[in-house]
């Protein structure tokens, strides 16, 4: 059977001489490997659209369960990603999460979309990139079924909880005075906090259209990957390149 869709190349494989086989999240089928007969030569018709990071239209053959790509057209190679070996590896990291939390055979409509979005924020660089690395984790969480809980306080059931703190255990916030001592807890700045609340609520779109200051956007990034990292019960090889680099 032929099947129409697009995705976002995570991985690729090299195998024999001019072969490769690809995992990709695709907005219809969620996440797939697929193989791609030629993909490695210079001259296939392929190559471009089957990069790591290449977002592209593609034709698949699907034999029970088994993918390989007739055809892939690039939309969106992220160039200027590219170019910088610290984007590079921070995209290869927004990759390696991607591919863990997308499901065989679930659409995977929301995800690819953020991975979109996120990437062609870093490549047009007019955000900070560690609020961008942010906003990706959170809503990658929310997608995934992780979202933070940051409607009340769960001690006193205030809205606009005092002093607030997360509880990177339950993914709850509350006040500081409510939560008490308890480990596991980080002091998040009332900004956070209402950045947190905008990204779990804006349209796909408009995810990266907000401003914090320099110590709210420490406090994001700082609460949003130990919560993924504590969520999702693993480590990432790309996201320790990334930091060695930094
Ligand atoms: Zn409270």
Redesign the pocket.
């Known amino acids: 059977m032929i099947i129409s869709t697009d995705g976002l190349v995570l991985r690729e494989v090299l195998y024999r001489d001019s072969d490769k086989i690809l995992t990709i999240v695709t907005r219809d089928r969620g996440k797939l490997s697929a193989s791609c007969p030629g993909g490695r030569s210079k001259m296939g018709s392929m190559r471009a659209g089957t990069q790591l990071l290449s977002y592209s239209d593609f034709t698949l053959f699907e034999n029970r369960g088994r993918y390989s790509i007739n055809a892939a057209e690039p939309v969106e190679m992220f160039m200027q990603l590219r170019k910088d070996i610290l984007l590079l590896s921070l995209g290869s990291y927004f990759a390696e999460v991607l591919e863990t939390v997308a499901d065989e055979e679930v659409p995977a409509s929301d995800l690819l979309t953020t991975g979109l979005n996120c990437l062609y924020g870093l490549s047009v660089r007019k955000k900070p990139q560690l609020l961008i690395k942010a906003v990706f984790e959170l809503r990658v969480m929310m997608i995934s079924g992780y979202a933070i809980d940051v409607a009340e306080?769960p001690?006193?059931g205030?809205d606009e909880?005092?002093d607030p703190v997360f509880d990177i255990r339950t993914g709850r916030v509350?006040?500081s005075?409510?939560f008490g001592q308890e480990n596991g807890l980080i002091p998040l700045r009332g900004e956070s906090l209402n950045a947190i609340r905008y990204i779990h609520s804006a349209e796909p779109k408009r995810i990266l259209s907000f401003s914090v200051d320099e110590k709210s956007a420490a406090c994001l990034a700082d609460v949003a990957e130990k919560y993924l990292l504590h969520c999702l019960e693993r480590d990432f090889s790309t996201l320790r390149f990334y930091k060695s680099l930094l």
């Open positions: 306080c001690v006193c205030s909880p005092e509350g006040c005075a409510c």
